[in-house]
């Protein structure tokens, strides 16, 4: 089992700034994918980014540019730093985690809310 716990979300303006992190415990950090996905009110979940357990980085095209994932595999956490918000980032953020090349993520944080006012 692995357990995610999302902090760092809040309330900024557009073009402002923000980091994201997830801490992870249970397993061992180094061996999991970790990804970001973000669902807004009324609208389906939706990938952000993630980085795998070797470091390589895959994201949407909206966030290229302006949103950068890293891991720190000393500290079990992942971060979301996010840059030139834009009104339509607001939603909730989960972090995501699963084992190396698995297809699927089956571990899931409550998420935290991000909102950027205009």
């Known amino acids: 089992q692995v357990q995610l716990v999302e902090s760092g979300g809040g309330l900024v303006q557009a073009g402002g700034s923000m980091r994201l992190s997830c801490a992870a415990s249970?397993?061992?950090?180094?061996?999991?994918?970790m990804g970001w996905f973000r669902q807004a009110p009324g609208k389906e979940r939706e990938f952000v980014a993630a980085i795998d357990w070797s470091g390589s980085i895959s994201q949407s095209d909206f966030v290229k540019g302006r949103f950068t994932i890293s891991r720190h595999n000393g500290k079990n956490t992942v971060y979301l730093q996010m840059n030139n918000l834009k009104p339509e980032d607001t939603a909730l953020y989960y972090c995501?985690?699963?084992?190396?090349?698995?297809?699927?993520?089956?571990?899931w944080g409550q998420g935290t809310q991000v909102t950027v006012s205009s």
């Open positions: 995501a985690a699963r084992y190396a090349g698995a297809l699927d993520y089956p571990y």
């Open positions: 249970g397993q061992i950090f180094s061996s999991y994918d």
